[in-house]
């Protein structure tokens, strides 16, 4: 798509620190990381978000997600991993195409504060309720 800088980065017009390529996926180190290690997975086929990306790409993103893990691991040693995946500027999507961060978290490293909330417990009624209408929407 033109303008997307995540598909510049495919096309190599923008350059960027390669950490995994097949066919269907591109994936990279975050200029801007989180914590060390924090790498980009993309659809190499331009798609906004998770409303947009076909099954095959989410799929192939899933795959190498597991193998980008597996060598994180071996490399960092974190004691575990965020896959964190936002759609819409209004939950703060900033590249708007696809893309699952893989965000280590070290022993001795800070709290990942996506990954902690509160537990509040919630109204049943009304989970039951959305849950049955989101069920039948499939």
């Not at 591109?26 to 989180?34: H, L, S, V």
């Amino acid at each position: 798509m033109e303008g997307c800088i995540f598909c510049k980065i495919i096309k190599g017009e923008i350059p960027s620190f390669k950490v995994y390529e097949d066919e269907m996926v591109y994936a990279f180190a975050d200029i801007n990381p989180i914590t060390d290690g924090h790498t980009l997975i993309i659809p190499k086929t331009h798609a906004e978000n998770l409303w947009e990306i076909s099954e095959n790409n989410i799929a192939a993103i899933h795959r190498a997600s597991i193998k980008i893990a597996q060598a994180i691991r071996a490399v960092l040693g974190p004691v575990g991993i965020a896959a964190l995946q936002l759609n819409g500027k209004a939950v703060n999507q900033v590249v708007m195409h696809y893309h699952l961060h893989l965000i280590p978290k070290a022993a001795d490293g800070s709290k990942l504060k996506m990954t902690e909330w509160e537990l509040v417990p919630g109204d049943m009624d009304k989970i039951k309720d959305i849950g049955e209408q989101i069920a039948a929407a499939i």
